[in-house]
């Protein structure tokens, strides 16, 4: 049984560029979430998908959109890349009728110069 | 969600017990008492989960008093493969999205 998976694993982009980065969920979830993890901090909420629709934000500019398709796996697409973009992006994923407990994949690091 | 307060670090030895002690003073009926472990550039993995008295399960224990304003997290006789951070998070989660806090940094000494 796969859990989360996530690619790419590493990602170098510029300033201004845009980046997608992919998340498919643990077998049977149909809920997916996305964080950001700057250094030495906690993840930040950034989204919610169910049933293809951005279900809950967090704080974030409408630079951070996503998309949930039918299997269930999920795009985060961010545009106009700044410097502080730069984090480790985490997916997780739930049973939206059970979301106190979610499965986190290994993330992808962003790197913007 | 209930906010909560953990220590910002703490350090062990190999084969000692560690405790790390979450306050969460308004929390909910209908909240869950949740710890996840991080190691670095790794996501959050899921350690233990409570809503009262104490649970055990391979990993570590949680206890939770009866009035479930803190829960203690337990891990017995921690190896350097231990030293990760632990985040605690409180809440129901319906309709809400996780928001973690610093976590404690565990760092365990040979």
């Known amino acids: 049984d796969a859990g989360v998976t996530q690619s790419p694993t590493h990602l170098i982009k510029t300033r201004g560029q845009q980046v997608t980065l992919r998340c498919s969920p643990k077998?049977?979830?149909?809920?997916v979430s996305w964080y950001q993890q700057a250094l030495g901090q906690g993840p930040q909420f950034i989204f919610q998908?169910?049933?293809?629709?951005?279900?809950q934000r967090g704080n974030f500019p409408d630079r951070f959109s996503g998309h949930q398709f039918p299997n269930y796996s999920s795009e985060l697409n961010v545009n106009a890349l700044l410097l502080g973009d730069s984090a480790l992006y985490l997916c997780?994923?739930?049973?939206?009728?059970?979301?106190?407990?979610?499965?986190f994949g290994p993330g992808t690091r962003l790197l913007v110069l | 969600l209930a906010k909560t307060t953990q220590p910002i670090s703490m350090d062990s030895y190999e084969g000692q017990e560690v405790n790390i002690t979450c306050s969460h003073n308004?929390?909910?009926?209908?909240?869950?008492i949740t710890w996840y472990q991080q190691f670095p550039s790794q996501g959050p993995r899921f350690i233990i989960q409570?809503?009262?008295t104490k649970v055990t399960n391979e990993v570590a224990s949680l206890f939770i008093p009866a009035d479930r304003k803190s829960s203690t997290l337990s891990l017995p006789r921690v190896s350097l493969s231990d030293t990760a951070v632990y985040y605690c998070?409180?809440?129901?989660?319906?309709?809400?999205?996780?928001?973690f806090g610093p976590g404690t940094r565990l760092s365990v000494l040979p």
């Open positions: 997780a994923s739930s049973y939206w009728t059970a979301p106190e407990t979610q499965y």
């Open positions: 077998s049977g979830h149909d809920t």
């Open positions: 998908y169910y049933e293809e629709e951005e279900r």
């Open positions: 308004n929390i909910a009926t209908n909240d869950y």
């Open positions: 409570g809503y009262k």
């Open positions: 998070l409180v809440g129901d989660f319906y309709g809400q999205n996780f928001v």
